[in-house]
């Protein structure tokens, strides 16, 4: 759970009650004597349900505990006590400290009305990144647009209905979209941006749903919770959300903690409940405040087309729409939860008011330059050490120069065309997640070495180290090793991307002079993959092709230990076996896979088994300097490229592994289930796209290879001809084939 705090200084508590009289039992905190006694010690100030309303049966029964004592001694006490069947505390986002933050050169207007929300959104700093897009079109759903208003000229793409007679969608429109600079009355704060006015003649939500039929990704609500609270709406505002549609509606106009008519919708992600904060960043005492509310914005006596001064969270709920502009006028790949997160991330904390709950005023208020700077990321050249932990965009490439380290704890998210370049001497540590913020796959990771320096010598190569937890998802490539670049992938998921890890080609080499005469020898390839996923599945429809897990040419010593290669993924129309991928595609490279020992003891007492599944080839080794009779080019230093399979599971593969060309090949206490393949389309039922499968087959010249002390085991399913080991045109030197096993297969 992502928390975005109000004047709490430390992170608080999320508590799950187990026992019926440890809930909060207002006006007491609590009429439980021990939690009483532990909240008293440890001065507890709220104690509430965190998400009312929400549909998430685990979220119902989640409490937030705030305290001005120590947390952590808190929650010691909490678990201790029996009445609580979880505590943790919660991951807080901090507002931003200093707000505003100012920048060096705002955006002046002569606009006679300009309005406090130029000042505490921080309009004009916002404005010397972008004023909006005038591609960006944002709805409103509201009672008449005035399109003869000269701050509106030019601004309204169209009207859906017949205006009506009460003055309010014209000053609302006028939030968002009026002229600035241009000496009348006020201005917009998304003045480029453009705008789409529906009339609202019934029920709001007929102009809303057709605002959203109609394509639009903001609609602006300046009405009470739109007056509903049933599930019919949620399911509808759902579907937006879902579909690309954020939604902003003003929190309403009555008294602090009135009744919320939106719970119904109001925690859907995507939908942003806006409330008023007034131009010294306090509350404002006759519009509404509740645990519904996400951020405020301006709204109390802000400038608008109708009158210098006006009140009201109408005003607010525009407010945010045009800071969501914004957001998507540098960032059009941002959905509506991601537009959400932004906003509430950036805000900035109101002042304290003694009748207001923290959690009442959601946020903060909006900033809306921190918002705008926050969407449009990161990127081109790193100049000191950074840290990121929470939810970072890179638009265009980022890159890591020699001697900067990058470390990532949060998500980064990268658009189509841009990708994290680490160059000779860089180094990244992944922790978080790498993946796409548009429809279609971002680039990947670059690891870029020097070819012609040895991966001893410091500050040559490019390092990127991935730990337990870390994912790579949704790239053209996942990881692309270049001259010898270098990665340390340990514990992380390889999830959709064309292929997982790529070795360009790279022969490190000893650059020392002792021993004697070891100087230029070959050394094995750096870096290891221990424990790794390479998953191909349905989640992400613009997938590339199924290309490999890690695709390797030219390079030697590269150790798999204990990963899992898996393709899970409906292949359409598939035309050949490699439509299903490859595990590990290996060419004129050599490679070792094994199994990962768990615990401390020697032998170890147990092991995860590097495991392919689903795939055309779980392993392909072959060579690219074979000639038109199937020899071998041994002028080439990767001819000869023994490689190592052992302690290994195949299941569903057409060829477990296929070996072309490549001698000395190690193949020894592998498993290899048979008998079934996965479906060939998802209209063809179980029918598979071929009725032949494949154990381990070795063709093409290769000598010297050890298949010993396998299992080939079929299972009756949908493959009819299941052969273990399949071998032709093979060379005459020393070939063992020695004690497997094979069971129900059509031949050994």
């Not at 759970?1 to 909060?24: E, K, N, V």
């Not at 906003?343 to 959601?362: D, I």
């Not at 040895?454 to 001259?483: C, F, M, P, W």
């Not at 290899?672 to 032949?692: Q, R, V």
């Amino acid at each position: 759970i992502q928390a975005f705090g109000q004047w709490t200084p430390q992170p608080y508590l999320y508590a799950y009650p187990s026992d019926p009289t440890a809930y909060p039992a207002p006006p007491n905190l609590t009429n439980n004597t021990n939690l009483s006694a532990i909240f008293g010690q440890y001065q507890v100030i709220a104690y509430y349900q965190s998400f009312p309303g929400c549909q998430t049966q685990e979220l119902q029964n989640a409490y937030e505990i705030h305290c001005n004592g120590d947390i952590d001694g808190l929650k010691t006490a909490l678990e201790s006590s029996g009445l609580f069947s979880f505590v943790e505390k919660a991951a807080l986002y901090s507002p931003a400290n200093n707000c505003p933050t100012g920048c060096p050169n705002p955006v002046n207007v002569n606009d006679p009305t300009p309005g406090y929300q130029l000042d505490i959104t921080e309009a004009r700093c916002t404005w010397t990144i972008t004023k909006g897009d005038p591609k960006v079109v944002i709805a409103v759903a509201d009672t008449e647009f005035d399109l003869n208003n000269p701050d509106l000229q030019g601004k309204i793409v169209s009207v859906t209905g017949t205006n009506g007679t009460y003055v309010h969608g014209t000053p609302v429109s006028g939030m968002i979209v009026a002229a600035h600079d241009n000496n009348y009355k006020c201005a917009g704060l998304a003045p480029d941006c453009r705008l789409a006015g529906y009339v609202v003649s019934g029920p709001v939500w007929n102009s809303v749903w057709q605002a959203y039929l109609d394509g639009h990704r903001i609609i602006n609500v300046s009405w009470k919770g739109a007056g509903t609270n049933d599930m019919t709406t949620a399911l509808a505002v759902k579907e937006m959300t879902e579909n690309g549609t954020l939604l902003v509606v003003g929190a309403g106009n009555d008294s602090l903690g009135a009744p919320a008519p939106y719970s119904a919708y109001a925690n859907i992600p995507g939908v942003i409940i806006a409330s008023s904060v007034s131009d010294d960043g306090s509350v404002h005492e006759w519009v509404d405040y509740n645990e519904y509310v996400d951020i405020c914005a301006p709204g109390n006596g802000v400038a608008t087309l109708q009158a210098p001064q006006t009140w009201g969270t109408s005003f607010s709920a525009p407010s945010v729409c045009a800071a969501a502009g914004l957001i998507l006028s540098v960032n059009t790949c941002l959905t509506p939860a991601e537009i959400e997160i932004i906003l509430k991330a950036s805000a900035c904390p109101m002042v304290p008011h003694p009748q207001v709950q923290p959690n009442w005023v959601g946020a903060g208020y909006m900033n809306m330059y921190q918002a705008v700077l926050l969407a449009q990321g990161r990127s081109g050249t790193l100049l000191q050490n950074e840290t990121w932990d929470d939810v970072t965009y890179v638009p265009n490439n980022l890159i890591v120069p020699s001697g900067i380290t990058l470390t990532i704890n949060g998500d980064v998210k990268f658009s189509e065309g841009a990708g994290l370049v680490i160059q000779p001497g860089g180094r990244v540590n992944l922790y978080g997640t790498l993946t796409n913020s548009c429809m279609g796959p971002w680039d990947g990771v670059m690891v870029e070495g020097m070819a012609g320096e040895s991966q001893y010598t410091a500050g040559k190569h490019g390092r990127l180290y991935t730990y337990d937890g870390a994912v790579i998802e949704n790239a053209l490539t996942g990881v692309k090793l270049i001259d010898g670049g270098i990665i340390y992938g340990k514990g992380t998921t390889f999830k959709n991307n064309g292929t997982g890890v790529t070795y360009a080609p790279y022969s490190n080499f000893w650059p020392f002079q002792v021993p004697a005469g070891q100087f230029g020898q070959p050394r094995n390839h750096f870096g290891s993959l221990s424990n790794c996923t390479f998953l191909f599945n349905d989640d992400f429809n613009n997938a590339s092709l199924i290309g490999a897990g890690v695709d390797m040419l030219e390079v030697r010593g590269i150790g798999i230990t204990g990963c899992s290669f898996l393709n899970d993924r409906t292949i359409k129309n598939p035309m050949s076996n490699a439509d299903y991928g490859y595990g590990i595609k290996a060419t004129d490279a050599r490679f070792s896979v094994a199994s990962l020992g768990i615990g401390n003891t020697y032998p170890p007492s147990s092991y995860d088994h590097t495991a392919f599944k689903g795939l055309g080839y779980g392993v392909y080794v072959g060579t690219a300097q074979s000639g038109t009779n199937g020899t071998i080019n041994t002028a080439d230093d990767f001819v000869n490229v023994p490689y190592t399979v052992l302690q290994a599971t195949f299941t569903e593969c057409i060829y477990g592994i296929h070996n072309r060309f490549v001698s000395q090949g190690t193949i020894v206490n592998d498993t290899f289930n048979m008998g079934k393949l996965p479906p060939a389309g998802s209209l063809s039922g179980n029918t598979p796209f071929t009725n032949i499968q494949v154990g381990v087959f070795i063709e093409d010249g290769a000598n010297g290879f050890e298949l010993q002390e396998n299992q080939f085991i079929k299972v009756d399913a949908n493959v009819e001809y299941a052969y273990g080991t399949y071998c032709q045109n093979l060379g005459w030197f020393n070939n063992d084939v020695r004690s497997n096993t094979y069971t129900n297969v059509e031949a050994g």
